[in-house]
């Protein structure tokens, strides 16, 4: 089957960075999505990796290793507004996603 | 364009009612899905269309599910004789072709089944 898991919870401080880690079951997939949801709002799209390797998009940058089966989500300069839910989810053919089940960042002053 | 729309926001229901739920995408986006996200999960896919064409449903649409898209526009989504386990955001997100670049969702239906 296909599973994504990811920590449940993070909690950092204001200025520093975080790194949420997802790990992952899967086969034949086009590449791994991070997105950022606020309670009650639509999920947004933060960054996309198609092949191995490091993108950067701003505060916030994105890694895949697909032979570790392993991707992560590095946060820099956190502010107060960057508490949300982060999902991980990788694409399939059609665009079909799978997601993980969600980290919740809590950001602290 | 101010993105993907969804309507309505918010929907309660009493259990055995059917519903149905309305999903405008960005309008030059070919494709259009459905997802099911409850309390404390990602989201889940339900199903997809390529323009008018349903090209794929999961095995979490059951036959009391149905998806349309008659003109390749807006989505309907209705769900006969609700059960209280059908209580959910729905969600729809659409795109053009298959890059995760630029796929957008919506704010989503809440449907809670009394």
């Known amino acids: 089957g296909q599973s994504l898991e990811q920590p449940s919870e993070v909690t950092a401080v204001e200025g520093a960075i975080v790194q949420i880690n997802c790990t992952y079951q899967?086969?034949?997939?086009?590449?791994l999505s991070w997105y950022q949801q606020h309670d009650g709002g639509a999920p947004t799209f933060l960054s996309y990796?198609?092949?191995?390797g490091l993108e950067e998009t701003g505060r916030f940058s994105s890694f895949l290793s697909r032979s570790d089966s392993y991707g992560y989500l590095l946060l820099q300069e956190l502010q107060m507004k960057d508490s949300a839910s982060y999902f991980c989810a990788v694409s399939y053919q059609g665009g079909k996603l799978i997601f993980g089940q969600g980290t919740e960042l809590s950001v602290k002053p | 364009d101010t993105g993907v729309s969804q309507d309505p926001r918010h929907k309660i229901t009493k259990r055995g009612q059917n519903v149905t739920f309305r999903c405008d995408p960005i309008s030059e986006h070919n494709r259009l899905y459905w997802y099911r996200q409850t309390l404390g999960q990602g989201p889940e896919f339900l199903t997809y269309?390529?323009?008018?064409?349903?090209?794929?449903k999961s095995r979490l649409l059951s036959d009391r599910f149905s998806a349309e898209r008659p003109k390749g526009s807006f989505s309907t989504l209705e769900i006969q004789r609700t059960e209280q386990g059908d209580s959910a955001m729905y969600l729809c997100?659409?795109?053009?072709?298959?890059?995760?670049?630029?796929?957008?969702f919506g704010s989503g239906t809440r449907l809670t089944v009394v």
């Open positions: 269309f390529q323009n008018e064409a349903q090209l794929e």
């Open positions: 990796n198609a092949l191995d």
């Open positions: 899967t086969s034949g997939f086009y590449g």
């Open positions: 997100a659409s795109s053009l072709g298959e890059g995760a670049v630029g796929y957008t």
